[in-house]
């Protein structure tokens, strides 16, 4: 189940990002979404980086039975500008970036690992039929 705090007015594709879930985990996921400045907040925060960015994972430290995953905070803002920029749909680009970050809550890291995020990220771009995600756009 996906347990949304939606401080925009966007309405999230809800059905599609639960069924990318359950191909993945059966695990609870928090969802927030937000808008730049309370993003920045964020990764100010956690990530010492003052500045916003499109979504971020925080996974819980440690693994119990019936515990969610951890919590997912993407961007509204940054949605609304890449699908702009990418000219695919507002839903498309929240899509991408959930399962972004979906994949870093699963212990995925593009940052470190030797491709494995990128490859499973475009694995699901193609069972899902969505266009290029910013990881897979910039590998």
Same mark, same amino acid.
């Given at each position: 189940?996906?347990?949304?705090?939606?401080?925009?007015?966007?309405?999230?594709?809800?059905?599609?990002?639960?069924?990318?879930?359950?191909?993945?985990?059966?695990?609870?996921?928090?969802?927030?979404?937000?808008?730049? &400045?309370?993003?920045?907040?964020?990764?100010? $925060?956690?990530?010492?980086?003052? =500045?916003?960015?499109?979504?971020?994972?925080?996974?819980?430290?440690? &693994?119990?039975?019936?515990?969610?995953?951890?919590?997912?905070?993407?961007?509204?803002?940054?949605? /609304?500008?890449?699908?702009? $920029?990418?000219?695919?749909?507002?839903?498309?680009?929240?899509?991408?970036?959930?399962?972004?970050?979906?994949?870093?809550?699963?212990?995925?890291?593009?940052?470190?690992?030797?491709?494995?995020?990128?490859? =499973? /990220?475009?694995?699901?771009?193609?069972?899902?039929?969505?266009?290029?995600?910013?990881?897979?756009?910039?590998?």
């Amino acid at each position: 189940m996906i347990d949304i705090e939606n401080n925009t007015s966007f309405i999230a594709p809800i059905s599609k990002i639960e069924d990318i879930t359950k191909t993945l985990t059966n695990k609870d996921i928090e969802l927030i979404i937000v808008h730049n &400045d309370e993003i920045q907040e964020l990764n100010n $925060e956690h990530r010492n980086i003052d =500045k916003a960015t499109d979504v971020l994972s925080f996974p819980l430290e440690f &693994d119990m039975p019936n515990m969610p995953l951890g919590s997912i905070v993407i961007s509204l803002d940054y949605v /609304e500008e890449k699908a702009k $920029e990418y000219k695919h749909s507002k839903e498309e680009e929240f899509i991408l970036l959930f399962i972004h970050g979906l994949l870093h809550l699963l212990g995925f890291d593009h940052e470190v690992d030797n491709g494995e995020h990128r490859l =499973k /990220e475009e694995e699901l771009i193609n069972q899902f039929n969505l266009p290029n995600s910013l990881i897979v756009r910039n590998s």
